[in-house]
C-alpha cells in the first residue's frame, strides 16, 4: 500500500512518479484510506478525492488483505460478490 502524499506530488496529471509506477506494475488500483474501498484508477468516485485519502495497491489480492472492500461504482461484479459473502 502506498498513500498518494507519500510520493511528494500534489498534482495527479503531473504525476510522473505516479505513472512511472502503474507502467511498472507496481500499482494498479487505487483506494480510499477512511472508506476501506479500492477500485480502478480510472473510477469517477475514485477521482473526485482527498489527495490525503488516497492510497495505492499493486493489486486486488494486496488490497483485500488490508481489510478494502471493492467499489460499488467500478467493479460492481466484485461488490456483488462481496456484499453477498458479508449477507451470509
Avoid at 512511472?20 to 506494475?25: M, N, Q, R, S, V
Avoid at 490525503?52 to 478494502?68: C, L, P
Wanted: charged share 25%; with cysteine.
Amino acid at each position: 500500500m502506498i498513500r498518494h502524499l507519500d510520493l511528494g506530488i500534489t498534482d495527479f496529471a503531473r504525476n510522473r512518479k505516479l505513472v512511472a509506477l502503474i507502467h511498472a506494475g507496481q500499482i494498479s488500483l487505487g483506494g480510499h484510506r477512511p472508506g476501506k474501498i479500492y477500485g480502478r484508477l480510472d473510477c469517477r468516485a475514485g477521482k473526485r478525492m482527498k489527495l490525503t485519502n488516497r492510497i495505492f495497491f499493486r493489486d486486488e489480492t494486496e488490497a483485500k488483505q488490508q481489510g478494502y472492500r471493492p467499489c460499488a461504482v467500478c467493479l460492481p461484479k466484485q461488490y456483488r460478490a462481496w456484499k453477498g459473502a458479508c449477507a451470509t
